[in-house]
């Protein structure tokens, strides 16, 4: 009973560098999310995904791009990392609501 | 764009203790979620709202639908040490979007053993 599966866990990059986030969720959810959490501001929306093939901008999709691979799969691509990009990102899900998140990626850029 | 207030920021109570929390918008919701965070994981959802004036609990925790539509509070009773976390409030916007969520910036609970 998985849920939603986010890889990898934990993730140190240099600026400049790409790296690709997944999320896969098994509830047979048509929609879902990507999000970052920092401190003291809470979780921000980046993009999500109201159903497959449908993807829409969030609060904070600037340096972020994402795509919808099937009805289970959602990644989230940092094409050129920035320090800026340091976060705790998650990925979520829902029938509408309410959203059920994974455990989180922590990602540092140097 | 749209924000919850959430306090208290921060609660440091005695085990046992009874804990209140509330979150409040300046527009009108027609969902409230309550969640709460551990260490190093992701928010759990702990109770969903969805009419006005509805109240719901799911064990030692009740949350409530304002009768405004602008708020929602958290209840717990008799805390123990395992209620230690951050609690998230979230709101779907009556004006909004079906899939986006406000949420507030969190309560983080400490609770003496």
């Known amino acids: 009973n998985a849920g939603v599966t986010q890889t990898p866990k934990f993730q140190v990059l240099k600026t400049g560098q790409s790296m690709t986030l997944q999320c896969a969720q098994d509830?047979?959810?048509?929609?879902m999310y990507w999000y970052r959490q920092d401190p003291g501001m809470g979780l921000r929306l980046i993009y999500y995904s109201a159903s497959e093939g449908t993807t829409d901008k969030g609060e904070v999709p600037n340096g972020y791009n994402v795509s919808r691979l099937n009805k289970r799969e959602f990644s989230l691509r940092l094409e050129s990392a920035a320090p800026s990009q340091t976060s705790v990102y998650f990925c979520?899900?829902?029938?509408?609501?309410?959203?059920?998140f994974g455990d989180g990626t922590r990602l540092s850029i140097l | 764009g749209q924000q919850l207030n959430q306090s208290p920021q921060s609660m440091f109570i005695q085990e046992g203790e009874d804990v209140s929390m509330n979150c409040t918008s300046s527009?009108?919701?027609?969902?409230w979620l309550w969640y709460k965070q551990d260490p190093g994981e992701g928010p759990v959802l702990l109770i969903a709202?969805?009419?006005?004036?509805e109240l719901t609990s799911n064990g030692r925790l009740t949350a409530q639908f304002g009768i405004t539509r602008k708020d929602s509070f958290l209840n717990i009773s008799a805390s123990i040490p395992s209620d230690v976390g951050i609690y998230f409030c979230a709101g779907r916007d009556s004006g909004g979007s079906n899939y986006k969520l406000t949420f507030g910036k969190g309560t983080l609970l400490t609770v003496n053993p």
């Open positions: 509830m047979n959810h048509n929609s």
């Open positions: 527009s009108i919701f027609n969902t």
């Open positions: 979520a899900s829902s029938a509408i609501q309410p959203q059920h």
């Open positions: 709202l969805y009419k006005a004036g």
